[in-house]
Every structure is written in C-alpha cells, then in structure tokens.
C-alpha cells in the first residue's frame, strides 16, 4: 500500500499538478499498489462530494459510500464559501482573494501541526510501503517520528523558490513571504528521493540535496491525433491556463504587445480554461471558452498554440497538450524551461514580442505537420519513459546499477 499525501483531490483535467497527481496514483494502481489519498485540510469542492478513485481519508472528513463529506459543521461551512467564491466573476473572487491573503498569489500552504499530527498517526496505523509527499508543502510531515522508517518520496511539481523569486521580481506580492533556497532544501532534505518534474530542476534538486535519490517524473503525454475528417481553422490560436498570476500576466502582455499586428492580419484566439473569464475586456478576435469537458475538439481545429509567459518555473503541462493533438507551440523562454529541445520538438522559441510575431505570422500560414508533435511525446513523455524513476525509488532492494540505468534513461 501507498499512502499519498496531499491538500487537493487529484483529478485528471485539471490544473497541471492534480493532473500529474491523478497520473501517479493511476500508474500505482495500475503496478498492482493500492493508495490511500492522506487528506490534509479540508478542499473538496462542495461539502458533499462523490469521488471514487481510490481511498481517501482525512482529519477534517468521513466517507459514506462513495461519498465524502465534511466532518463538522465549521468545516462544511468553510468549504461551502469557497464553492461560493469560484462561482463569482473571476475578477471579482481575484479580488476577494487578494484581500484575504494580501497577497498577488499563494504558491502553497503549510498544514496545520494538528493536520501533521493526524497524518503522521495514520501513516503508523496504515504501515504503508512507501509516502509520497504532494511538494514541500507537505513535506513538514516528513519531520514527524512516525515516519522515520518509511520509504519517503516527495514529488515537488516546481523549485518554488525560484517561482517565488521570479514573481517577486515582477513586482508581485508573493506567499510564503521570502520562501528562500535554504528553507526548500531543509524541508525537503527529510525525505529519501525527490521527484522533480523536468530535467534542469533535478539538476537544481541535486545541488539543493545533493545526499537524496533525485529523478525526474515528469507527466505522461499518449498522442491524441486529429481524426482525418477534422479540419484545422485557418489562422486560429489556441491558449490553455488556468488563472494563475503568471498566466494573467502573459496574456496581458501578449494582448498589449503582441495581439494587434496578429488581428490586423486576421487572426483568432480561443482562450480555454480559468483564464479567460478571469481578464475583464479581451480584445477583439478572442474568445473565452471557460472549461470545457474535453480539449480535443478545439486543440485539433487550432493551428497554432501559444505560450507567452513571461515568468514561471516547474514544467508546462499545457504544452505536452498541446504537442500530444499535434500542435506546435510558439512560447517564450520562460514557457519551455525543463522540455526536450532538440531539433524534432514541437516548440518555437520567440524572445521578444516582435519575434513572437513574426513567428506566428511564419507558422501560422503553413501549421507544421503533426507527425513529428506527436513523436515527440512518444519518445520523450510515454508512461514507461515518466516512471522509470519512480518505480526506482519505489524498489529499495533493487541493485544499484539497476537504479542507475533507470535514472538514466532519456525522459
């Protein structure tokens, strides 16, 4: 059995750290592990909410069925003003935010002792083989004694300091205030491995904790091509985000700086997701989708996606989406931090805004073909190639250079 430590239930579909979490704990189940999700603080999405993929318990729910609900009224109450809040416009619930936290953007928050306290007491009752721990935030855990002889893993999703470090110097508010280098590496020197989610933050890991087991996981792309009788629209753009401070940045500066020679030259843009309805105006030539049950239907009509972020770390999961249709990206630096950049892959690096323009402008007219977006995705983020890490650090017994191998296969 695995535990799996976490604030947030993991769902496909979603933002890109619940999607590479749903991810994991499918390809546990599927290696034969069950997993018990260790619910930390109380973020379901209504007080009663049904949710059946795998076991989950937490000190602020009980389940009935396969229903989990909200275990005191307190809590039902918290959760219930949340479910409210995202149901305001976004610009008003941003709003709201911000002033509850003071703050531009929350990269996390640290449980409750009494939170670490109850999971630290399961995890003793559940004698699990290994936990794995969703990023630093959780990792406090990893100092109670319970754990001391357990295999622990923690699966970072970003270096958050370094995200912390580039909002902060873009001018934003940022919680945890001053989140440095040295305090990610205490917290995360507790655990035996690491995950890191692309390659250039492993190396960063290694140098943070240079005495734990680093590897990459990063999330698993299946190529998804476009059926022969769906067509490309000619001149569409495609954006897909959430609405995170750097992704309302972006587009901000790519609606200022980019977007007017793009619709003077009779260019479109779907926006899909949280970002959309969370900018006030868009200009002309855009539209807002919201979320949407599958993406498939717009990413095969798209021709072109885009990802002008200008600040960010982790790894863009949108962009494995996108390069899994068989759409290439055009995106700043910032936006291809950690991918695969070889002369095959799917992304076309533009620094500046007129160089995004112009790239744009050169791949729009004539969308590279798809073959060589989807194997891409094949070659560099198929299941087995993601978790050869994982199952590395999962198998303690496993000789040395058995481990080696794995952690150096090309992810």
Request: proline fraction near 10%; charged fraction near 20%; hydrophobic fraction near 45%.
């Given at each position: 059995?695995?535990?799996?430590?976490?604030?947030e239930l993991p769902?496909?579909?979603?933002?890109?750290?619940?999607?590479?979490?749903?991810?994991?704990?499918?390809?546990?189940?599927?290696?034969?592990?069950?997993?018990?999700?260790?619910?930390?603080?109380?973020?379901?999405?209504?007080?009663?909410?049904?949710?059946?993929?795998?076991?989950?318990?937490?000190?602020?729910?009980?389940?009935?069925?396969?229903?989990?609900?909200?275990?005191?009224?307190?809590?039902?109450?918290?959760?219930?003003?949340?479910?409210?809040?995202?149901?305001?416009?976004?610009?008003?619930?941003?709003?709201?935010?911000?002033?509850?936290?003071?703050?531009?953007?929350?990269?996390?928050?640290?449980?409750?002792?009494?939170?670490?306290?109850?999971?630290?007491?399961?995890?003793?009752?559940?004698?699990?083989?290994?936990?794995?721990?969703?990023?630093?935030?959780?990792?406090?855990?990893?100092?109670?004694?319970?754990?001391?002889?357990?295999?622990?893993?923690?699966?970072?999703?970003?270096?958050?300091?370094?995200?912390?470090?580039?909002?902060?110097?873009?001018?934003?508010?940022?919680?945890?205030?001053?989140?440095?280098?040295?305090?990610?590496?205490?917290?995360?020197?507790?655990?035996?491995?690491?995950?890191?989610?692309?390659?250039?933050?492993?190396?960063?890991?290694?140098?943070?904790?240079?005495?734990?087991?680093?590897?990459?996981?990063?999330?698993?792309?299946?190529?998804?091509?476009?059926?022969?009788?769906?067509?490309?629209?000619?001149?569409?753009?495609?954006?897909?985000?959430?609405?995170?401070?750097?992704?309302?940045?972006?587009?901000?500066?790519?609606?200022?700086?980019?977007?007017?020679?793009?619709?003077?030259?009779?260019?479109?843009?779907?926006?899909?997701?949280?970002?959309?309805?969370?900018?006030?105006?868009?200009?002309?030539?855009?539209?807002?989708?919201?979320?949407?049950?599958?993406?498939?239907?717009?990413?095969?009509?798209?021709?072109?996606?885009?990802?002008?972020?200008?600040?960010?770390?982790?790894?863009?999961?949108?962009?494995?989406?996108?390069?899994?249709?068989?759409?290439?990206?055009i995106a700043t630096?910032?936006?291809?931090?950690?991918?695969?950049?070889?002369?095959?892959?799917?992304?076309?690096?533009?620094?500046?805004?007129?160089?995004?323009?112009?790239?744009?402008?050169?791949?729009?007219?004539?969308?590279?073909?798809?073959?060589?977006?989807?194997?891409?995705?094949?070659?560099?983020y198929g299941v087995?190639?993601?978790?050869?890490?994982?199952?590395?650090?999962?198998?303690?017994?496993?000789?040395?250079?058995?481990?080696?191998?794995?952690?150096?296969?090309?992810?």
């Amino acid at each position: 059995m695995i535990a799996f430590v976490t604030d947030e239930l993991p769902r496909p579909g979603a933002a890109g750290h619940l999607a590479l979490n749903h991810a994991i704990i499918d390809w546990l189940r599927q290696e034969g592990f069950a997993v018990t999700i260790l619910l930390t603080g109380s973020r379901l999405a209504w007080p009663v909410q049904r949710y059946t993929e795998t076991r989950v318990l937490g000190p602020h729910i009980t389940r009935v069925g396969p229903y989990l609900g909200a275990l005191s009224p307190v809590t039902a109450l918290s959760i219930t003003l949340r479910a409210l809040l995202r149901r305001l416009p976004p610009p008003i619930a941003a709003r709201l935010r911000r002033a509850r936290h003071n703050a531009d953007a929350v990269l996390g928050t640290f449980p409750s002792p009494s939170d670490l306290r109850w999971c630290a007491r399961a995890i003793e009752r559940l004698q699990p083989k290994a936990v794995l721990i969703d990023t630093v935030f959780r990792a406090p855990l990893l100092a109670e004694p319970e754990l001391a002889g357990v295999n622990r893993l923690v699966i970072t999703h970003d270096v958050f300091h370094r995200r912390a470090q580039a909002l902060s110097a873009a001018g934003y508010h940022v919680l945890p205030e001053n989140f440095s280098r040295v305090r990610e590496a205490t917290l995360l020197g507790r655990a035996i491995s690491i995950a890191a989610i692309q390659p250039e933050e492993a190396e960063e890991l290694r140098a943070m904790c240079p005495a734990r087991n680093i590897f990459t996981a990063p999330m698993p792309a299946l190529p998804c091509p476009r059926p022969p009788d769906v067509e490309r629209i000619p001149g569409r753009l495609i954006f897909v985000g959430s609405n995170s401070l750097p992704n309302l940045d972006g587009l901000r500066w790519f609606f200022s700086e980019i977007w007017p020679p793009l619709l003077s030259e009779g260019l479109t843009l779907d926006l899909v997701g949280d970002c959309g309805p969370a900018l006030t105006r868009l200009p002309r030539g855009v539209k807002a989708w919201g979320r949407v049950p599958s993406l498939a239907p717009l990413l095969h009509r798209a021709s072109l996606a885009i990802s002008p972020l200008r600040a960010g770390s982790g790894l863009k999961i949108k962009l494995l989406d996108y390069a899994r249709h068989g759409l290439y990206t055009i995106a700043t630096p910032p936006s291809l931090q950690g991918f695969y950049l070889d002369a095959d892959s799917p992304f076309i690096m533009a620094g500046s805004a007129n160089m995004f323009v112009q790239a744009v402008l050169r791949h729009v007219a004539s969308p590279p073909q798809p073959g060589a977006a989807l194997s891409y995705v094949s070659l560099h983020y198929g299941v087995k190639a993601s978790f050869a890490g994982l199952r590395a650090a999962l198998t303690p017994g496993l000789a040395p250079e058995a481990q080696d191998n794995l952690r150096s296969l090309k992810l």
